[in-house]
């Protein structure tokens, strides 16, 4: 019997998985525990981990553009609070038909490193 093997060159995300499908509304916001600011960067720090390519970057209105599987979208970041944001990430052209493993693994990401906070780095320049 052949044994499998599992290791691979390049890591397997999840949106290479799923196939296309209608992804509800709901899906694609989720509140976090987390200040407005940190979950910003982190959702720049997830979409950088997922390979996606940011297009434009609005950090005072906390807008993120971005491609993924050649898709336009939109990432939100939203204040309640001091304690608590929402990130919405919402297709550009508005058809909700693609790959759910997009906003599900910055989402998943996020979750995962949400414990750590930006820190700002000094410059000796």
Known sequence: ??????????????????????????????????????????????????????????????????NAVNKEFLASVVKFDNKTSLLRITPTNNVYYFQPGIVLNIFRYIDLNSTVRPVNIKSNL
Do not use: W
């Not at 052949?2 to 390049?10: E, G, K, L, N, V």
């Not at 799923?18 to 959702?43: G, K, M, R, W």
């Open 1 to 66: 019997m052949p044994s499998a093997s599992f290791s691979q060159t390049q890591p397997v995300s999840l949106s290479t998985l799923v196939t296309v499908q209608n992804v509800p509304f709901e899906e694609c916001t989720h509140v976090f525990n987390i200040d407005a600011q940190s979950l910003f960067y982190l959702t720049i720090a997830s979409i950088n981990a997922n390979r996606f390519t940011i297009d434009e970057i609005q950090s005072k209105t906390g807008y993120i553009l971005f």
